[in-house]
């Protein structure tokens, strides 16, 4: 099996077609092993997956993406989208005509089911136009569903001060880690508090918070991929797999089983 990363680009740059009387362009592909390279369109755009994950960068802002989250991408906003292996990938483009009121700014979001019915409803609409009353009402309902998104937590702040991405580029390379934040101050050559001042200067949160985030997503992301719970908590450093569930259930209000339980559920009303 090849598992190199490829280059991505639609059949048709759907972002690109500006034309108020087509307010959304719905799209459906399985993709596998690729990436959509940095870009931007004058369309905002819904992100949803039924299967797989995906890894978006935007800005200095990482997201891992799975079946229970979308993520919202404002118009002209420039990202970077990799679809790992076996990515049902949704997409719906938004026209610029049709944005007010929607957010500004972008972020992934806890997708309910109603939502996700009307991508699919919208999927079957087609990218020509010509559109009934029925389905102008539709795409209506749709709109005020995004306007009703709130972001989730579940994204992981980057920097582009070197000092602090040498520290940021260890820990993403050895999620395991256990080493305190003493251990990588020494190695980059600096005291243990001006590194401490680093992190909440630029990424926002302290040096504790942002690595229980990076744990948070590469579990997010080994769940969608459907490993084991014991496999992931030990992969991330955890000495037994209460304790990869105890923090998972602090942070995310549900233990992982509720959250691939969720996602199953969610997917067996989808297909029925």
């Known amino acids: 099996m090849n598992n190199q990363i490829r280059t991505y680009r639609m059949a048709q740059d759907y972002g690109y077609q500006v034309d108020p009387s087509i307010p959304v362009i719905g799209y459906t592909e399985m993709v596998n092993n690729e990436m959509c390279i940095s870009h931007s369109h004058p369309r905002a755009q819904l992100i949803y997956a039924t299967r797989g994950v995906m890894h978006v960068v935007v800005g200095n802002h990482i997201w891992v993406v799975n079946p229970l989250q979308g993520l919202w991408l404002p118009s002209g906003i420039e990202h970077e989208v990799t679809f790992q292996k076996d990515v049902n990938y949704y997409s719906v483009f938004i026209d610029p ?12 979001f806890d997708i309910p089911m109603f939502l996700k019915q009307l991508v699919f409803k919208i999927i079957t609409f087609g990218t020509e136009g010509n559109l009934t009353d029925s389905q102008h009402r539709i795409i209506a309902v749709f709109l005020d569903e995004l306007a009703q998104i709130v972001p989730s937590a579940t994204f992981l702040p980057t920097t582009n001060n070197e000092r602090l991405q040498k520290v940021v580029d260890l820990l993403l390379n050895d999620v395991a880690s256990k080493h305190n934040i003493d251990y990588y101050a020494e190695l980059s050559f600096m005291s243990s508090r001006t590194l401490s001042r680093l ?64 996602d199953e559920n969610d997917t067996d009303k989808i297909s029925a």
């Open 97 to 108: 005509s049709a944005t007010d009121g929607l957010p500004i700014n972008s972020f992934s």
């Open 199 to 262: 992190f909440i200067k630029e990424l926002g949160m302290n040096f504790s918070d942002w690595r229980t985030r990076l744990k948070l997503i590469e579990a997010i992301k080994r769940l969608g991929e459907k490993q084991s719970i014991k496999e992931i908590a030990l992969d991330l450093g955890y000495e037994t797999a209460s304790a990869f569930i105890f923090m998972f259930k602090k942070h995310l209000g549900k233990t992982p089983s509720n959250y691939i339980l969720e």
